[in-house]
């Protein structure tokens, strides 16, 4: 089992940064690849941005490609995903998640809610 637990949200006005930090527990959390997830009111789930085992190799969602940045310390089991100049529409639960082969997981969730 892994644990994951997601900190750093909150109320933000438009243009305004937070820093998003997701502290896993229970495995190695280096043989992870991790993801961060959100979900607005009424919507899906969506992709955001994910990061290999080594930090090496990230990708990010094109409504946040240029904007946010993942990344991760493995000596602190844990990963981050920085958000810059947010918009209304980044209002969502954010959720990170670890996946290794077909064994994954899901943290509880951050609330973020971006002020226009």
């Known amino acids: 089992q892994v644990q994951l637990v997601e900190s750093g949200g909150g109320l933000v006005q438009a243009g305004g940064s937070l820093r998003l930090s997701c502290a896993a527990s229970g495995r190695t959390f280096s043989n992870y690849a991790m993801d961060w997830f959100r979900q607005a009111p009424g919507k899906e789930r969506e992709f955001v941005a994910t990061i290999n085992r080594s930090g090496g190799s990230i990708y990010y969602a094109n409504s946040v490609k240029g904007r946010f940045t993942i990344s991760r310390d493995n000596a602190k089991n844990t990963v981050y995903l920085q958000m810059n100049s947010l918009k209304p529409e980044d209002t969502a639960v954010y959720y990170c998640?670890?996946?290794?082969?077909?064994?994954?997981?899901w943290g509880q969730g951050t609330q973020v809610t971006v002020s226009s």
């Open positions: 998640h670890a996946r290794m082969g077909l064994d994954d997981y």
